[in-house]
């Protein structure tokens, strides 16, 4: 690819981005390489389960709100999951708030009634949760969300394997 091509295909991806409802860079970039590489974005990111396939990230809640999350996959067990299950990956450079909680237990349901299989649910953040899974209430349930949370030496670690 010449600098021309590599310099319109850049533009274009911009100006998807732009239009998209959520248009933050970060978060842009983490579907687009999840979406173009899943099998490597699980296996790179070192997320819970044997990766099999992506699976559809639309999901609708009881009240008819159409959600999408930034990732789903369909895992096999492995150490940390026990039976084969739906996945949903969520990535978040902020804080989880209650609104983003509950965002992601709607996901966890979408993703069950969808697959007909159990559902986890994935946060990648670079914010320090201090632990690897954390119980969280939403809607009256509870359930667990796993973290993969990237530190400045992963992140530098991960950008220095890319080939430009």
């Known amino acids: 690819m010449n ?11 911009v100006d998807y981005m732009v239009l998209e409802d959520n248009n933050f860079p970060f978060d842009f970039s983490f579907r687009l390489i999840d979406d173009r590489y899943p099998e490597s974005t699980h296996q790179c ?3 819970p389960g044997i990766f099999v396939k992506p699976l559809e990230t639309e999901v609708f809640t009881d009240d008819g709100i159409n959600l999408r999350m ?6 096999l067990p ?3 999951i026990p039976q084969k299950s739906a996945e949903g990956i ?7 708030d209650f609104k983003k909680i509950d965002a992601i237990y709607d996901y966890k349901v979408g993703l069950i009634h969808n697959n007909n299989l159990p559902a986890i649910s994935v946060v990648v953040t670079n914010i320090d949760y201090e632990l690897s899974e954390i119980i969280f209430e939403s809607h009256g349930d509870a359930f667990k969300i796993y973290f993969k949370i990237l530190d400045d030496d992963e992140i ?9």
């Open 3 to 13: 600098d021309s091509e590599q310099k319109d295909s850049i533009e274009e991806l």
């Open 45 to 47: 990111l070192n997320f």
């Open 70 to 75: 930034d990732a789903a996959h369909l895992v």
């Open 78 to 80: 492995d150490d940390t």
């Open 90 to 96: 969520e990535h978040q450079s902020n804080r989880l």
């Open 156 to 164: 530098y670690e991960r950008l220095n394997t890319l080939k430009i």
